[in-house]
């Protein structure tokens, strides 16, 4: 029985000090209500009357164009595209006053490789839709020149195969209309001579090949094998802002000013012991 006494003064001990701390802060109620208000009101004022930003997004898909085996090939690399437009539209107009909207980020898209996500800020969505408009621009703008340096390249193959082609045809009417004036042997040696040319004296592959590929290069030559860059949908804007976030704001103003005050008080209370002491 001896033993349980000092257990039971320390929670009684306990229990004081919880009630004394509970008076302490019951008696200074006014100074907590009115702080803890104070801050929640400044809080809200803030945040009411900041410059609501808004934010628009866009899912860019990259275009793509047809191959010699009929499959997709992107025209350009998406990670060292995300690289250069960072650059462009982020990294280099960081230091940049009194804009209008803002890029905040332009990044590639988890478990795709033809997709890139850009994000924008600014006062309206119309000012931060047309900034993701510009990026788009510049995209469309640049695949564009791609798609037609490949397509003209793919054009003049076809006109290169063409040349081949009439160049060893024009041969062989040569010879042939020589053979017309050629008798035995001389004849036999003209045809071997054709042929020989024909399979390699040019440094060209024999007709059917070069017409074979000369089909190939055509059909590719369609403008639906020509996909550019677009947009996904439509750039997306939100009629809700996302700054500054109001409740969130007013609501750790409330809990911050409210344990704020509390902490004023328990110094408060503080200095007044250790002034009594002094004055004691």
């Not at 866009?58 to 690399?77: H, T």
């Not at 060893?168 to 050629?182: A, C, D, G, T, V």
């Not at 040319?197 to 060209?204: A, Q, R, T």
């Not at 976030?245 to 344990?259: H, N």
């Amino acid at each position: 029985m001896p033993q349980n006494i000092p257990e039971q003064n320390y929670y009684q001990e306990d229990e004081i000090d919880l009630k004394e701390l509970f008076k302490i802060l019951w008696a200074k109620k006014i100074l907590i209500i009115s702080l803890t208000f104070a801050i929640t009101l400044v809080a809200g004022i803030y945040a009411f009357n900041k410059t609501p930003i808004y934010e628009a997004t866009a899912l860019v898909e990259i275009g793509n164009y047809k191959n010699n085996n009929n499959n997709n090939v992107l025209v350009d690399s998406v990670p060292e595209l995300v690289k250069k437009l960072n650059l462009l539209f982020i990294d280099l107009l960081k230091n940049e006053k009194d804009r209008e909207a803002t890029i905040t980020s332009i990044s590639t898209v988890k478990g795709t490789s033809s997709f890139i996500n850009i994000k924008s800020e600014s006062t309206s969505n119309k000012l931060a839709a047309n900034e993701i408009n510009k990026i788009i621009i510049y995209i469309q703008n640049k695949h564009q020149t791609e798609l037609e340096n490949i397509l003209n390249n793919r054009k003049s193959k076809i006109t290169s195969i063409d040349r081949q082609i009439n160049i060893i045809k024009n041969k062989q009417l040569e010879l042939l209309s020589n053979n017309n004036y050629l008798n035995g042997n001389e004849a036999l040696l003209n045809s071997l001579q054709l042929i020989s040319m024909i399979n390699g004296e040019l440094g060209v592959q024999s007709i059917s090949e070069l017409i074979e590929e000369k089909t190939s290069l055509s059909l590719l030559l369609n403008k639906r094998n020509y996909n550019n860059s677009e947009v996904v949908g439509r750039v997306l804007t939100n009629d809700y802002p996302i700054k500054p976030k109001k409740k969130l704001i007013v609501a750790v103003a409330f809990i911050a000013g409210f344990i704020l005050s509390i902490f004023l008080v328990f110094i408060m209370n503080a200095f007044r012991k250790e002034d009594s002491k002094v004055n004691a």
